[in-house]
């Protein structure tokens, strides 16, 4: 039994260091990647449902590495872990408020847009002041701006700063919006005290809608509070019409998902948005 014992230690080490060295690998080519700019973005469309309306657009990170498009699941985490999540989110808001202004300036002057927000971020000293200056670079509407955090960071996150930074950007008009939403299990009486302007169902809720009617799903109810507490409802995920259709009926702001839009290049979004201009 200590035989065998010893085996699995030296097994249990070898993948240790091998996942450890992977790891490193990772974090070397993200260093490399911020530098050579190898990531680009993709825009999926948030809809309004009732008239077909682009309200706005999420800005989604891919990584371009070689002939391969990484997907941010991939390599956000170590992002995260290493602090590399900082420059990598500096130079999404950058790129995308440059998009959202290009397309202002296309005649789409009520689109907004959505970047995901690591809690890391916000906790950097001069979060707020480096959003309000990339907003003023391109000439951007605070409010034109919405930033996603996901539930659960933020509740792990949240202490007196980063409170403070969240009532600072409510105060500059720009949007939050809390991401993921329900996976967090945080109750709707906390969120009732966040500055908060967003609920973004998340997609584990939409999947359990199988019929416009279904009175067991929790979303409609998720939906209704959220609009008597003040606050505008997005549903994520959305692949099928009868999801669309329960969330008509609930009165949900505005739905994002493959049945609209897959996350598309920038050259595709300006083809989709054409059409709006004439309307
Ligand atoms: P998320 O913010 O919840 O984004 C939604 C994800 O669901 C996206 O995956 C999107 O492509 C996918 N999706 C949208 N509609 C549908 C649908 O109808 N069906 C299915 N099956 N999937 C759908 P993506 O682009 O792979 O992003 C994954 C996650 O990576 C995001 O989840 C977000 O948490 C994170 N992420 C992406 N970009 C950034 C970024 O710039 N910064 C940070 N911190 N995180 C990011
Ligand atoms: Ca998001
Ligand atoms: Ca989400
Ligand atoms: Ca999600």
Redesign the pocket.
């Known amino acids: 039994a200590k035989e065998i014992g010893k085996r699995q230690i030296v097994v249990f080490d070898q993948e240790m260091k091998k996942a450890v060295a992977e790891k490193a690998e990772i974090q070397n080519n993200l260093r490399k990647a911020i530098v050579n700019e190898e990531f680009i973005?993709?825009y999926?469309p948030q809809v309004d449902p009732y008239t077909g309306r682009v309200l706005g657009l999420?800005?989604?990170?891919?990584w371009q590495k070689d002939d391969t498009l990484i997907?941010?699941?991939k390599f956000?985490g170590i992002?995260?872990e290493t602090g590399l999540?900082v420059p990598?989110?500096d130079w999404?808001l950058k790129r995308a408020c440059a998009f959202l202004k290009r397309m202002h300036d296309m005649g789409h002057h009520e689109l907004t847009m959505a970047?995901?927000?690591?809690a890391l971020?916000l906790q950097e000293e001069e979060f707020v002041e480096n959003v309000l200056q990339v907003l003023q670079e391109n000439g951007l509407e605070p409010n034109r701006l919405e930033l996603?955090i996901?539930e659960t960071m933020l509740i792990e996150f949240l202490d007196k700063k980063i409170h403070n930074v969240l009532n600072s950007l409510k105060e500059n008009r720009i949007k939050i919006s809390l991401?993921?939403f329900g996976l967090g299990y945080s109750s709707l009486n906390y969120i009732k005290q966040l500055p908060i302007s967003t609920l973004?169902v998340?997609?584990s809720f939409i999947d359990d809608i199988h019929d416009a009617q279904d009175c067991k799903n929790l979303t409609g109810m998720i939906v209704t509070l959220a609009h008597q507490l003040g606050l505008k409802v997005v549903a994520?995920?959305?692949?099928r019409p009868e999801q669309k259709e329960y969330l008509m009926r609930y009165k949900c702001d505005a739905i994002?998902?493959?049945?609209m839009s897959?996350?598309l290049p920038e050259e595709q979004v300006i083809d989709l948005l054409k059409g709006h201009l004439q309307s």
């Open positions: 973005l993709h999926q999420e800005a989604l990170i891919r997907p941010p699941n956000i992002a995260e999540i990598i989110g999404v970047v995901n927000i690591s971020q996603e996901t991401d993921d973004k998340d997609k994520e995920g959305v692949e994002q998902g493959y049945l897959k996350p």
